[in-house]
């Protein structure tokens, strides 16, 4: 009887805190299923400049890829099963393909968002258009939820939250099929003891039941000092409790996140944090699924990323849209537009 060997499967994410999470907790659901399933996942820096990035950190990568897949292969107990790509990764196709074995897209945002990419192509594939001319226009676009040769793509999302882009999406013949595999959450986060956690959860635990709103716009989400200012101003004037994560812009023409304030009197109105205090908190970094899940917070202005969107849904807490970039614009759209389940900004 030949002897059955481990199936390695290869992951690829992207780097960044959004991308890279939701794919370590996906590979830590499939192991836990199978005991003779393991991963390796490819952890890649980002030196390079951000106007460079989509163009070249991919592709910078693919040797180093090839080469370390290779040296793995070698070990006769494994069997390469596969690569799962992060969607910004999908040049790595042609790395799996020369190993002969199957890719599959982690789509990190939504159903709906995955539709619109398919859409925008197949505009640009089959009826010749320019895409970029709809920038800044005021055209409206049918779009269905809201062409890659691979096996199936994945998607952090879950059927009672998009069934109608799920469906459209299965609906259409030229796309491969779709495996709605979420919510996928860091929920063990609610564990952290560091510090700056226990005073944050002390500061919730003096709190009334679903009386603070959370502000919360993301590892990459920041403001200037003007909208700082103006931001302190509102909470401050509205009367309610507030936990406001506050964070610094990152140096220009950086990927690093955004860092936190030493000091945020230094930008803040002045005497701002001696007139709300006692039922306000300005934090840096925010462990967001222990506060989601906190009974004393009843409301959340968030950029709505979607792994944001998905905690926000899973702990049952109301959403303030506030989208900042990328494709937290259209996720927000979905939510207020097709779902009506947050109010827009």
Known sequence: MAEIKNAELVFIPIPGMGYFVPTIEMAKLLTDRDERLSITKFLNHHPIAPNK??????????DLVRDAVAKMVRDESIRLAGFVIDMFCTTM????????????????????????????????????????????????????????????????TFLDLEAYALKSLSDDDKIPPVYPIGPILHVKAKNDDNKDSEEIMEFLDEQPVS????????????FDGDQIKEIAIALEQCGHRFLWSLRKPHPKDSLEDPSEYENPEEV????FLQRTAGFEKVIGWAPQVAILSHPSVGGFVSHCGWNSTLESVWCGVPIAAWSMYAEQHTNAFELVKDLGNCCGD
């Open 268 to 271: 803040s109105p002045k005497g």
């Open 93 to 156: 196709i042609d790395i799996a393909n020369e190993f002969g074995v199957s890719s599959y897209v982690f789509n990190t945002t939504s159903a709906a968002r995955l539709g619109l990419n398919f859409h925008m192509q197949s505009l640009s594939d089959e009826q010749n258009l320019d895409v970029s001319e709809y920038k800044n226009s005021d055209a409206e676009l049918l779009v269905p939820t809201y062409i890659n040769p691979v096996p199936g793509f994945l998607i952090n």
């Open 53 to 62: 990035f989509v163009f070249h950190f991919v592709e910078s990568h693919k």
């Open 211 to 222: 009386s603070v709103v959370f502000l919360c716009f993301g590892s990459m989400g920041y």
